[in-house]
């Protein structure tokens, strides 16, 4: 067993209670891996888009000039003995009470069958305030009804509203209730139903949306609160068997391999028992050879020493930090097997453990010499 070796073994040895919490723990987090990404990897369900399709919607509106002003000239148009203003920001209300709009939705698919579109109009004014309405009316406008409607066809209907009489109807509800709570709102709610096949799913869905009609006493405005689109998801639920990265697929093995390996090591640092006192001692002197390596000066055959005082020492260390300390140096004697310090004539001397391995080889002789 070479220095490295027999130093890795004292080590495990010595910290073996340690080296047997890190093994289990390797062979529990490495098993628990490879057991989830190889054995058990479990499933994952996930909702899946499979077709889409939109509803949407446009408006146009309109007011008639009841009376010709300087303000509407060549760009209206005239119907019905009427003055024509349409898509206007800003409508006035002494000039044009008669507010008209189209309301035109269509359904977007790939595939379409038997699909029946209603289009309802309703006119709703109520009072509302902190997140409460205090009172509503309604009045139905049109409704149109169609039958096999294709992608992309439109369904029109068509509402009409006199704001002066708006107007008045709010009054004289107000009057009636003897208070007028909230904000009053006047909006037109289209109310579009389609039912059919689409996209190969049969179908049956209602929304509705608010064309907001806003009176501010002279003027009014038409404007549509939200955008007449929506998109429909079809979506299916699909389970799939999980799948792992590296960390699972590779660092579980690789965990549990670890920990074999630790297992190996620490069955056979027990098999060997615990290290002796000459490999401890060896293992300190290999150690501090390393250390003081640069102020060991080898010297074959030096002369005896037999008429000095001659001191022990009990390590290479202390010996290296005797001749730091009086500014000498060591001395190997490789004849003799052991390092010297003279000083002011006395001589210490440190004569190291016998390498373990050879003292087995040679049947215990050197330790018997050593002694």
């Known amino acids: 067993?070479?220095?490295t070796h027999r130093r890795l073994r004292v080590r495990l040895y010595d910290r073996r209670l340690l080296a047997v919490l890190v093994v289990v723990c390797l062979l529990c987090v490495g098993g628990w891996l490879s057991y989830t990404a190889y054995v058990e990897p479990g499933d994952r369900t996930e909702e899946q888009t499979t077709d889409s399709w939109t509803v949407s919607g446009t408006v146009s509106h309109g007011a008639t000039v009841s009376e010709p002003t300087?303000?509407?000239?060549?760009?209206?148009?005239?119907?019905?003995?009427?003055?024509?203003?349409?898509?206007?920001?800003?409508?006035?209300?002494?000039?044009?009470?008669?507010?008209h709009g189209d309301v035109a939705v269509a359904y977007d698919a790939d595939r379409s069958d038997d699909?029946?579109?209603?289009?309802?109009?309703?006119?709703v004014i109520r009072a509302v305030g902190d997140d409460a309405v205090y009172w509503e009316t309604s009045e139905r406008l049109e409704r149109v009804d169609r039958a096999d409607v294709e992608?992309?066809?439109?369904?029109?209907?068509?509402?009409?509203?006199?704001?002066?009489?708006?107007?008045?109807?709010?009054?004289?509800?107000?009057?009636?209730?003897?208070?007028?709570?909230?904000?009053?709102?006047?909006?037109?709610d289209a109310?579009?139903?389609?039912?059919?096949?689409?996209?190969?799913?049969?179908v049956s869905m209602t929304r509705t949306f608010r064309i907001d009609l806003a009176l501010e006493g002279a003027t009014y405005s038409i404007d549509v609160d939200e955008?007449?689109?929506?998109?429909?998801?079809?979506?299916?639920?699909?389970t799939e068997t999980r799948s792992y990265g590296p960390?699972?697929?590779?660092?579980?093995?690789?965990?549990?391999?670890?920990?074999?390996?630790?297992?190996?090591?620490?069955?056979?640092?027990?098999?060997?028992?615990?290290?002796?006192?000459?490999?401890?001692?060896?293992?300190?002197?290999r150690a501090d050879r390393a250390e003081f390596e640069d102020v060991i000066i080898r010297a074959d055959g030096?002369?005896?020493?037999?008429?000095?005082?001659?001191?022990?020492?009990?390590?290479?260390?202390?010996l290296a930090r005797l001749a730091i300390d009086v500014d000498g140096a060591i001395l190997e004697d490789s004849s003799r097997d052991r390092y010297v310090v003279e000083h002011e004539g006395s001589t210490y001397v440190y004569e190291p453990p016998d390498d373990p391995a050879r003292s087995r080889s040679t049947g215990g002789n050197e330790d018997v010499d050593a002694t």
């Open 191 to 202: 109310t579009v139903t389609l039912e059919g096949d689409v996209e190969g799913e049969s």
């Open 247 to 285: 960390l699972w697929t590779v660092g579980g093995p690789l965990l549990v391999v670890l920990g074999a390996v630790g297992v190996g090591a620490i069955g056979i640092v027990h098999h060997r028992g615990p290290p002796t006192e000459t490999e401890r001692a060896w293992l300190a002197y």
């Open 151 to 188: 992608p992309g066809e439109d369904v029109v209907a068509t509402f009409e509203l006199n704001v002066t009489d708006l107007e008045d109807r709010t009054d004289e509800i107000e009057t009636e209730l003897g208070a007028s709570p909230g904000e009053t709102e006047t909006a037109v």
């Open 115 to 123: 699909v029946t579109v209603s289009l309802e109009l309703e006119r």
């Open 227 to 238: 955008p007449l689109e929506e998109t429909v998801t079809e979506t299916e639920t699909v």
């Open 1 to 3: 067993m070479n220095e």
């Open 70 to 99: 300087p303000i509407y000239g060549d760009d209206t148009d005239s119907a019905d003995g009427g003055t024509t203003v349409t898509d206007e920001p800003l409508y006035y209300t002494d000039v044009a009470p008669a507010a």
């Open 302 to 318: 030096l002369p005896d020493v037999a008429d000095r005082p001659v001191v022990s020492v009990p390590s290479l260390g202390d």
